[in-house]
């Protein structure tokens, strides 16, 4: 416990930004723990750690008492007058101690809590860089594949993590060293570190994408209200624009397609409908309807409605296996029963 051991913690401090303070207090803490495993669970010991004089003290303490009857706890007032002379009855004796002798084990001790210092700091600066990305995209590169569960290891860039099966997109096939996109779901805190969960199939997935690819998004002019999604297969968002100049949808779509193709391919090939948001509920529900024709929307009760539509929409509202009326029932929120028009 010299000079170097302060000047580990001011480079601490700089190099990881663990408080100085801190990681002193963790450091008295443990010396004292280790004070009272060698002399002793009744020995007490106050410790002076001065980072300005780069100098530790320790102090053994008694209570002075008229006669001893625990020598590891008290001293007689003659005992203690022999330290000072300012020392009474029922007062605290503090017995400065040669540290020569404890050298060896402050110093393992002071070590062991430093590493431990910087393990916790870096889990929790860890913990902290993964929470700022939650509800984000980050990009990842694949490190392997485990062709038992189809769990993917990647690398974030801030540690090692596990993007499962269940949260990739069907027909999701990566290559080693392949750089993919992944949405930050949730962060736990474990004592190993922050448990991560990443995901491909998350509708937050695809509004992030949209913000990636669209400067109106970006910048606000166009909002994304609602996103509904079947991951691999379909998706539908609902949009608008803050400027009436601006053209929610075609923003979104861009020249030629090429903003959403560029979303469609990192989706493997997912479908999407842009979707025009209105106040309007039948206007709405109608759009949701895309790409299907709907002739009128009737509101029956709360988010309850009844949509017509000619027999050649039919099928394409309902879509394959219920697919699209299911979604558009998802963005918007109603219970949607489609009739064909008399």
Same mark, same amino acid.
């Given at each position: 416990?010299?000079?170097?051991?302060?000047?580990?913690?001011?480079?601490?401090?700089?190099?990881?930004?663990?408080?100085?303070?801190?990681?002193?207090?963790?450091?008295?803490?443990?010396?004292?723990?280790?004070?009272?495993?060698?002399?002793?669970?009744?020995?007490?010991?106050?410790?002076?750690?001065?980072?300005?004089?780069?100098?530790?003290?320790?102090?053994?303490?008694?209570?002075?008492?008229?006669?001893?009857?625990?020598?590891?706890?008290?001293?007689?007032?003659?005992?203690?007058?022999?330290?000072?002379?300012?020392?009474?009855?029922?007062?605290?004796?503090?017995?400065?101690?040669?540290?020569?002798?404890?050298?060896?084990?402050?110093?393992?001790?002071?070590?062991?809590?430093?590493?431990?210092? $910087?393990?916790?700091?870096?889990? +929790?600066?860890? %913990?902290?860089?993964?929470?700022? !990305?939650? #509800? &984000?995209? *980050?990009?990842?590169?694949?490190?392997?594949?485990?062709?038992?569960?189809?769990?993917?290891?990647?690398?974030?860039?801030?540690? $090692?993590?596990?993007?499962?099966? +269940?949260?990739? %997109?069907?027909?999701?096939?990566? !290559?080693? #060293? &392949?750089? *993919?996109?992944?949405?930050?779901?949730?962060?736990?805190?474990?004592?190993?570190?922050?448990?991560?969960?990443?995901?491909?199939?998350?509708?937050?997935?695809?509004?992030?994408?949209?913000?990636?690819?669209?400067?109106?998004?970006?910048?606000?002019?166009?909002?994304?209200?609602?996103?509904?999604?079947?991951?691999?297969?379909?998706?539908?968002?609902?949009?608008?624009?803050?400027?009436?100049?601006?053209?929610?949808?075609?923003?979104?779509?861009?020249?030629?397609?090429?903003?959403?193709?560029?979303?469609?391919?990192?989706?493997?090939?997912?479908?999407?409908?842009?979707?025009?948001?209105?106040?309007?509920?039948?206007?709405?529900?109608?759009?949701?309807?895309?790409?299907?024709?709907?002739?009128?929307?009737?509101?029956?009760?709360?988010?309850?409605?009844?949509?017509?539509?000619?027999?050649?929409?039919?099928?394409?509202?309902?879509?394959?296996?219920?697919?699209?009326?299911?979604?558009?029932?998802?963005?918007?929120?109603?219970?949607?029963?489609?009739?064909?028009?008399?």
């Amino acid at each position: 416990m010299n000079a170097e051991f302060f000047e580990a913690l001011d480079l601490l401090e700089k190099q990881k930004g663990i408080p100085k303070e801190y990681m002193l207090e963790r450091v008295e803490a443990a010396l004292m723990n280790a004070f009272a495993k060698d002399q002793g669970p009744n020995a007490q010991v106050r410790i002076i750690l001065d980072p300005e004089k780069k100098d530790v003290q320790m102090y053994r303490l008694y209570q002075v008492v008229e006669e001893v009857e625990d020598p590891e706890t008290q001293l007689t007032v003659e005992q203690a007058k022999k330290v000072s002379r300012r020392y009474k009855l029922g007062t605290v004796a503090e017995v400065k101690m040669d540290t020569k002798n404890f050298r060896r084990l402050s110093a393992q001790t002071a070590k062991q809590v430093i590493i431990q210092g $910087i393990r916790e700091a870096e889990r +929790g600066m860890l %913990i902290k860089e993964y929470e700022d !990305k939650r #509800g &984000e995209i *980050i990009t990842a590169t694949v490190l392997r594949t485990d062709d038992s569960t189809g769990n993917v290891t990647v690398d974030t860039g801030t540690s $090692i993590a596990t993007l499962i099966k +269940g949260e990739q %997109i069907p027909g999701d096939a990566f !290559k080693d #060293g &392949e750089r *993919i996109k992944v949405f930050v779901t949730e962060v736990k805190k474990e004592s190993r570190g922050p448990l991560v969960t990443l995901s491909r199939t998350h509708p937050g997935l695809v509004k992030r994408l949209f913000e990636l690819e669209v400067p109106e998004v970006q910048d606000g002019t166009v909002v994304i209200k609602n996103v509904t999604r079947e991951a691999g297969s379909r998706s539908k968002v609902a949009v608008y624009s803050t400027d009436d100049s601006v053209d929610a949808v075609g923003s979104c779509i861009g020249n030629r397609s090429m903003r959403i193709n560029t979303i469609i391919s990192e989706l493997g090939g997912e479908k999407i409908d842009i979707i025009k948001y209105s106040e309007d509920p039948a206007e709405f529900i109608a759009a949701a309807l895309s790409p299907a024709t709907v002739n009128d929307v009737i509101l029956e009760g709360e988010k309850i409605c009844r949509v017509y539509v000619d027999a050649d929409q039919l099928s394409l509202a309902i879509g394959k296996e219920g697919q699209n009326a299911r979604l558009a029932a998802r963005l918007t929120g109603f219970k949607i029963d489609i009739k064909v028009s008399e």
